[in-house]
């Protein structure tokens, strides 16, 4: 499985963008799918942090730092998971990865896309 992450860029305070995650197999079909960032300075992978998913049940969850600001959801068509975040801010800047879950519990990781917010 291949995760396409795509959509990041450079924007100022208060504009918004649109991630998005394409994956090389039915993306309805997977447990779960993620974004998660990675901040400046972080250079280990565990340093990624949970921004929102999407379950199989279309169920969703956000982190506290963007409820209410950023909106995940799911094309099946397109097999493409998108996150609209509106409202940036400079602590949005981060390399925003995707992240998944298949049926039998194999995890994946797409490449980051960029996301930088000059205030």
């Known amino acids: 499985v291949q995760l396409q992450a795509s959509g990041g860029g450079l924007v100022q305070a208060g504009g918004s963008l649109r991630l998005s995650c394409e994956a090389s197999?039915?993306?309805?079909?997977?447990?779960?799918v993620a974004w998660y960032r990675q901040l400046p300075g972080a250079e280990h992978d565990m340093a990624r942090v949970f921004v929102a998913s999407i379950a199989i049940n279309a169920n969703t969850k956000y982190a506290d730092s963007v409820a209410g600001r950023s909106t995940i959801s799911r094309d099946n068509a397109q097999n493409t998971v998108y996150l609209q975040m509106n409202s940036l801010k400079p602590e949005d800047t981060a390399v925003y990865y995707c992240?998944?879950?298949?049926?039998?519990?194999?995890?994946?990781w797409g490449q980051g896309t960029q996301v930088t917010v000059s205030s």
């Open positions: 992240h998944a879950e298949d049926r039998v519990g194999f995890k994946y």
């Open positions: 197999e039915d993306i309805g079909s997977f447990n779960w």
